[in-house]
């Protein structure tokens, strides 16, 4: 697989965690449980927005021949 292809699938794996940490830090607020633990969850998915906003950056996108 292209390092460009790879790079690709790995922003979809950290965008699917994502998902995942913000689907639990959802049911946690719903439920009205665990205050502290969403507030940790929401800094961590900020945290991986973040990496992915950066990650996806034409600048940050591997090169031809480069390895991911």
Do not use: F
């Not at 449980?33 to 929401?42: C, D, E, H, R, T």
Request: aromatic share 2%; with cysteine.
């Amino acid at each position: 697989m292209s390092a460009l292809l790879d790079h690709i699938q790995n922003q979809q794996t950290r965008a699917m965690h994502l998902e995942y940490i913000l689907e639990a830090a959802e049911t946690l607020d719903i439920e009205g449980l665990a205050p502290k633990a969403v507030l940790s969850l929401i800094i961590t998915a900020r945290s991986i927005a973040c990496e992915l906003n950066a990650a996806l950056d034409s600048s940050a996108l591997p090169k031809e021949g480069e390895p991911a």
